[in-house]
């Protein structure tokens, strides 16, 4: 089970932090991301890190603004957003990769949480 927290509402410019809560699975095993669907939007890539927290990525779109980290013995993944603009506006998902290496796109993801909302406002 995966469970996002830290969702809100923050002015452009600003900056939030969402938070993600694993149980159930052998955290470390799985690498996680994070992902967004904004209003009339497929789901796109966001973020992922390794099982071992070593290795990120991340979308074109969010790179230089947000980083990703885990904590595994807290069996959590959080993303740190700054830099917030009304384009990020969206509902973000947590998902844990089962193959472990960080994957960009959504079917390589085994477990996803419900989502939480993230409004940018200008």
């Known amino acids: 089970q995966l469970v996002e927290s830290g969702g809100g509402l923050v002015q452009a410019g600003g900056s939030l932090r969402i938070s993600c809560a694993a149980s159930?699975?052998?955290?470390?095993?799985?690498?996680m991301g994070w992902f967004r669907q904004r209003p009339g939007k497929a789901r796109e890539f966001v973020a992922a890190?390794?099982?071992?927290?070593?290795?990120?990525n991340y979308a074109d779109s969010v790179k230089d603004r947000f980083t990703i980290s885990r904590d595994n013995d807290r069996n959590t993944v959080d993303l740190q957003m700054n830099s917030l603009n009304p384009e990020d506006t969206a509902v973000y998902f947590c998902?844990?990769?089962?193959w472990g290496r960080g994957s960009t796109q959504t079917y390589d993801y085994e477990y996803w949480g419900q989502g939480t909302q993230v409004t940018v406002s200008s």
């Open positions: 159930g699975l052998i955290f470390d095993r799985y690498a």
């Open positions: 890190i390794t099982g071992s927290g070593g290795t990120s």
């Open positions: 998902a844990a990769d089962r």
